[in-house]
């Protein structure tokens, strides 16, 4: 999350750089590009919320769970005939039995969670995902809202995996045309010859080479 955060801050700086330029470009990056990459984020960070959320709300009731299990071993462990094992059928365990049910029906058999880290290897390649748009912030808001309802619901739009090889093409896109961007502007439009006459022995060289048409 802080990581997100961070990107977030230097991408809002680069966009607003951006639109200070005439060409509202940015080393050859359009205002759309990066505003792309931030919409990105956005949904990354929200999805990270949402699993961190889920995340403590399954630990919480996990130790709930433990908690009940280790007094049913302790029972089963005992002799039924034994006093102890009346006194320990009738002690309170100290068992939140809302939050041990919610742990049974929900987490246990069908977590939150699960959405969220189902990678699909068919739709989360680079190759398949190249030529699709990642989904709207909106969208994933939507789906996170039918989430909470029914955590059983398989959906794409959770799948953090696919939304982080989103940002990675955007991403390595970008990085791409600010290359070219500064290729363009340091490659000399001609050779520099030396000549014959120069006395210093301190020279400035750059190699060239033309391709044949």
Known sequence: MPAL?????ILTSLRGLAKY?????????????????????????????????????GRRQFS??????????????????????????????GVNYAQLLAYIKGGLANSHIIPFLRRNLSLSEESTLREKEPPAYDDVCKTLQNHKIDASAQTDALDIWTMFVHLHIKCRAIFSTTAKWQASNT???????????????????????????
């Not at 433990?66 to 462990?77: F, G, T």
């Not at 490659?187 to 048409?213: C, H, N, Y």
């Open 5 to 9: 955060d961070r990107c977030s801050i």
């Open 187 to 213: 490659t000399l439009g001609s050779g520099l010859v030396l000549e014959d006459e120069m006395t210093t022995d301190t020279r400035d060289i750059k190699t060239t080479f033309e391709v044949s048409p």
């Open 21 to 57: 330029d005439d060409s509202s470009t940015l080393f050859g990056v359009t205002i759309k590009d990066l505003t792309t990459v931030l919409d990105i984020l956005r949904c990354l960070r929200l999805l990270g919320h949402y699993m961190l959320q889920y995340a403590a709300e």
């Open 64 to 93: 709930i769970f433990s908690k009940w299990l280790r007094y049913q071993i302790d029972v089963q462990a005992t002799d039924p005939s034994s006093a102890s094992s009346e006194e320990m059928l009738q002690k309170d365990p």
